[in-house]
């Protein structure tokens, strides 16, 4: 706890009485990696993105606009924002998923692109022999000035949260129970609507239906385990809800352009952890 004060012919004048420091980061995923392909569609997180590539070769599609990564250029999408990817051979891409306190958690949904300043000498950081707790936060400072570029316009009013409260009942749910089969009466008791209008204005909010949100999750957790652990391919299927492998291989391959036993080798051979 602090106090700031300013001081004018002798008379301090008080700004804020008591501030707090609520602002903190929480970096779930940091990696630079080499990327054969990167091919999904309609993809959502529950948390914020950070992409910088080096190299040219990627591209998200959004809102019909397709936005191509540039080595000078970083992007940042909130969470909860639909999107897809695309690529062109191998290139390499540095990204972070992580969490941000509020007000950043009434961000507008769309895509943010600023100049690269300096994420380079940032990156190399991460990777050099530096204390692990400078790092981050070096890191975290960063991030900090990236997300202080979103204009004022864009930060939605506390009356005015992206998701109805119904439906962030039921959003929190579907990300608490993962590997849960999917209760379409439960969902709807949570949200406190009837079947109809609980689909209808979910699709609308998420721009997709709970099942392919579900989906979304799954993948992404089976895909973060295939890159961080040793667990077999059958654990890992069975952990993200599929009741066998033939299934989640189906599904994985479909979301992703290729098999999970694929992915896992040239993932576990390229990718480079940032801490």
Not at 22 to 46: G, H, K, M, Q, Y
């Amino acid at each position: 706890m602090s106090r700031i004060t300013f001081f004018m012919s002798n008379h301090p004048i008080s700004v804020f009485s008591e501030i707090t420091n609520p602002f903190e980061l929480v970096i779930r995923e940091c990696c630079f990696s080499t990327v054969d392909n990167w091919f999904f569609r309609d993809a959502v997180r529950s948390c914020w993105l950070f992409y910088w590539d080096p190299d040219p070769g990627a591209a998200l599609l959004y809102d019909g606009k397709r936005i191509p990564l540039h080595p000078d250029r970083v992007i940042l999408i909130p969470p909860y924002t639909k999107f897809s990817t695309e690529s062109s051979g191998t290139f390499r891409q540095f990204y972070l998923h992580f969490s941000a306190p509020p007000p950043f958690d009434r961000v507008r949904r769309k895509i943010y692109s600023f100049p690269a300043s300096a994420v380079g000498e940032q990156v190399k950081n991460l990777q050099t022999n530096l204390e692990k707790d400078r790092k981050l936060f070096l890191f975290q400072r960063y991030l900090f000035n990236t997300l202080a570029a979103i204009p004022e316009s864009d930060f939605l009013e506390p009356e005015h949260p992206l998701m109805s409260p119904g439906i962030r009942r039921a959003v929190d749910w579907i990300d608490q129970h993962r590997g849960e089969p999917l209760s379409n009466s439960l969902l709807c008791k949570k949200a406190g609507m009837s079947r109809n209008l609980f689909y209808e204005q979910f699709k609308k909010e998420l721009g997709m239906t709970p099942g392919r949100y579900l989906l979304n999750l799954r993948l992404e957790y089976a895909r973060r385990q295939l890159i961080a652990t040793d667990d077999t391919i059958d654990a890992i299927a069975a952990a993200s809800g599929y009741a066998d492998r033939f299934h989640f291989s189906k599904a994985f391959k479909n979301f992703y352009g290729t098999p999970p036993g694929a992915y896992r080798r040239p993932a576990k051979q390229k990718t480079v952890p940032a801490d």
